[in-house]
């Protein structure tokens, strides 16, 4: 396109059939275009947002003069529309019309007059919902009645009760400790994730007279196949049968309710309406709003599958050095890293790096630079279909193509101002797709769509890919699923084009040490890490690394890196780029009760920057440790500047060690001595599910006494307070009255809220949930 017209948009918008010059649309499409280009004939397009705010003010008041008037809000989304179509072509840019989107604030308690009364009717026909099943004495009518308990008493919404329940078999049962296994995917296989709860009494109940119905069944069979056809039927039917049943059930409830001269319940008349209901009744009932709303909805936490309760039989065996006790090979694992001797002898490659964080400026980047990555990609597409409609692959357009990208490369190269950005790759990828892997431009146009949506470009570590890891990587995932509902069709379309995309960049010889995106059928991405390590490996491995080695030594250095993960919840790149004088001790006759605080001060994102109490996570020979070592850093390089001694590197050097020399090697010295799945970003999921059994235990005196390492320092009465007093902060127990506990706790492992911490990093939510459901039961020994 020589010069841009009216026509000639109009034009090859028709052969595109896009929706702008459909017969409703396409004089509303003319006025816009004319508006904007008049008669003139451009070779370029650009429109400020001045420009853009006058267009959609002359769009509205031309349709109130030809009496087809339209709102502000209709006009303004007009536009976007027509701009955004134009910023896909060649030589056109426009800045879009900002949409402000009011969002309500979350609430678990009813919003509504009705919704009040519903809730407090399902109240009512909650507390009868057991008599009635006692009187029918069928299987149907204690299916209904768990069904019911279910929502009101575990807070669970209609999706994941049923597909719970379809899944249910005697394996998903322990009634010795009257413990359910709830899938943590609505379609899970054997290698995903559960969440385990103790069930309280009102929901025990109902579970126990079916198993105790079906003990006959199959330990493997679906505990709800009445014949031969039900249990074929696939999960997604099964779901289906389920709620026909609920629906048939729910009448004969309703009528036992109302023939007992129970209070009306006018407004539950249908399945639908009770369902709807149910979803404040847990909160009514005294529920605090994070356990009432936690299993509403898909993903569910996943919690970890090692024993951590008092009288667990099969505690013993994940002891270190039992057989349990290591962790289970890694599946598709690379090659073993290096020894650190041959490590430090190779000559081709750099042993260390300038001390502090390696930040790539973005300053000058402007605020919209997602918008306009977006479109200078979509216009490299576009470019491309000049040449063919379909495929470049052929050899004719060797020199064409490779003129196209490189007049791309060099239009990223101005925006963006540095190599070896994720816009830069992502044109390579799209080359690659064209040219050497032979798809059509529409695949193209798939993959840089799904790999573009516009949350994850405003993520704070999407441009800088030498820093990507596979927290990076799941970070992107839930920035790109925020602000929409992603159906499981889409995440998994997401997912594969992120693994097509790393792959690439692997062949090219970076992000070697991350990992492919799962693949269906997992919701959340945590069922990757459950095998949390426990205090006694820490003890275990710190003993093994620090007895008998003097401060300054590799070993302890080592030992340190690992308890900074698995206390202080440390990134692998945070670690790295600490310095001296990152490690602030205060003024104590003993090291080890001094406090020592660590700043994070160059993270990838603002919540990555904050300031840890090591003194109050970790135990007292750490501190110790740590300040030893910090006191042999000074001295080794006493005539550097503290900002400029690396913590972790050679010694008589300020430099710090690159990450195939610390990292790696340290994980290569955990995998040795506990298991092969282990990654430095394990230490962080153990860091956050052992915090909060800490806070857990701080507020509620007896609850420390049901785990297996009750004996352990972190769980003495002393640091206990002393956690809680940390994170409650200058509120203090208001912190506790307002639920804003877990937001801090959000702050302190680098995370902007607590979504992102309950879903894929805390793997103990399980035991505190059945805790502060049947609190009678934390005397109890026998848990």
Not at 368 to 377: A, T
Not at 451 to 468: E, N, Q, R
Not at 594 to 605: E, M, N, P, R, Y
Request: charged share 25%; hydrophobic share 40%.
């Amino acid at each position: 396109m020589d010069v841009i017209t009216s026509e000639k948009l109009v034009s090859h918008w028709q052969v595109e059939g896009n929706q702008l010059v459909k017969a409703p649309s396409l004089s509303d499409t003319y006025w816009m275009l004319d508006a904007m280009l008049g008669s003139s004939k451009l070779p370029h397009v650009s429109l400020n947002a001045a420009d853009v705010k006058n267009l959609a003010k002359e769009f509205f008041e031309y349709r109130r003069t030809i009496q087809k008037p339209i709102t502000q809000r209709q006009a303004r989304k007009r536009v976007n529309r027509l701009l955004e179509q134009m910023n896909t072509l060649p030589n056109i840019n426009a800045v879009l019309i900002p949409e402000p989107i009011l969002t309500h604030r979350p609430t678990a308690l009813p919003h509504s007059q009705q919704s009040f009364s519903s809730a407090m009717q399902m109240v009512e026909l909650d507390r009868h919902v057991l008599k009635w099943s006692r009187q029918e004495n069928t299987v149907s009518a204690w299916l209904t009645a768990l069904a019911i308990r279910f929502m009101t008493n575990l807070g669970m919404g209609e999706k994941v009760m049923l597909g719970t329940l379809s899944q249910l078999t005697l394996r998903h049962v322990d009634k010795k400790n009257k413990i359910l296994f709830i899938p943590s995917s609505p379609e899970a296989l054997d290698g995903d994730g559960h969440y385990r709860m103790i069930l309280p009494d009102d929901v025990w109940v109902p579970l126990r007279a079916i198993v105790t119905r079906l003990k006959e069944r199959p330990e493997e069979a679906w505990l709800f196949a009445e014949n031969e056809s039900v249990s074929s039927l696939s999960v997604k039917e099964r779901r289906q049968w389920l709620r026909q049943h609920c629906f048939s059930e729910t009448r004969q409830l309703l009528n036992f309710h109302r023939e007992n001269g129970k209070a009306s319940s006018a407004c539950l008349t249908t399945w639908p309406k009770i369902v709807k209901a149910s979803q404040h009744v847990p909160v009514l009932k005294g529920t605090p709003s994070l356990w009432s709303t936690l299993l509403r909805d898909y993903p569910l936490p996943t919690c970890t599958p090692v024993p951590l309760r008092l009288g667990q039989s099969d505690a013993h065996y994940y002891a270190p050095g039992n057989r349990l006790g290591r962790l289970p090979d890694r599946q598709n694992r690379r090659g073993p890293a290096p020894s650190r001797d041959k490590a430090l002898s190779d000559s081709n490659s750099a042993i260390t790096r300038p001390a502090g964080v390696l930040m790539v400026s973005t300053e000058h980047l402007p605020r919209d630079w997602p918008r306009r990555v977006k479109n200078i990609l979509q216009q490299f597409l576009s470019s491309t279909s000049l040449l063919s409609k379909k495929a470049v692959k052929a050899k004719k357009y060797d020199r064409d193509m490779q003129y196209v990208l490189e007049y791309y490369e060099q239009r990223l190269g101005q925006l963006m101002g540095f190599a070896g950005n994720y816009p830069l790759w992502l044109l390579h990828f799209l080359y690659h797709q064209l040219r050497t892997e032979g798809n059509t431009i529409g695949t193209a146009k798939t993959y840089l769509s799904r790999l573009t949506p516009i949350t994850m470009l405003y993520h704070g570590a999407i441009l800088d890919m030498s820093d990507w890891d596979d927290e990076v990587i799941i970070e992107l995932e839930m920035a790109a699923r925020e602000g929409s509902r992603w159906s499981e069709r889409t995440l998994e379309a997401y997912r594969g084009a992120m693994r097509s995309f790393i792959r690439f960049c692997q062949q090219s010889g970076i992000l070697e040490d991350v990992s492919l995106p799962r693949r269906a059928n997992t919701l959340t991405p945590s069922v990757l890490r459950t095998r949390i390590l426990s205090p006694d490996h820490m003890h275990s491995i710190w003993e093994e690394l620090t007895k008998g080695e003097p401060d300054g030594a590799s070993r302890p250095m080592m030992a340190l890196i690992i308890e900074l993960g698995f206390y202080g919840g440390l990134r692998a790149s945070e670690v790295e780029s600490l310095t001296v004088n990152d490690i602030q001790f205060g003024v104590s006759d003993e090291p080890e009760h001094a406090s020592c605080w660590v700043d994070i001060l160059g993270g990838k994102t603002a919540a990555a920057r904050r300031r840890i109490a090591l003194h109050v996570m970790a135990p007292p020979p750490v501190i110790r440790q740590l300040h030893g070592w910090v006191a042999v850093r000074r001295q080794d390089c006493s005539d550097d500047a503290l900002e400029d001694i690396a913590l972790f590197g050679p010694r008589h050097s300020s430099q710090a060690y690159e990450r195939r020399y610390l990292i790696t090697l340290v994980i290569e010295e955990m995998r040795s001595r506990l298991g092969e799945d282990i990654d430095f970003h394990g230490l962080r999921h153990a860091a956050v599910s052992w915090t909060l059994l800490r806070l857990h235990a701080a507020q509620h005196p007896g609850f420390a006494d049901t785990l297996q390492h009750r004996h352990h320092w972190m769980f003495q009465p002393q640091p206990l307070q002393e956690v809680l007093t940390f994170f409650c902060g200058a509120e203090g127990t208001d912190t506790i009255a307002r639920g804003t506990i877990l937001l801090h706790v959000a702050k302190w492992i680098g995370h902007r809220d607590p979504a992102t911490l309950l879903e894929n990093y805390a793997h103990t939510l399980g035991l505190i949930h059945s805790d502060i459901l049947a609190p009678s039961r934390r005397s109890a020994t026998s848990l």
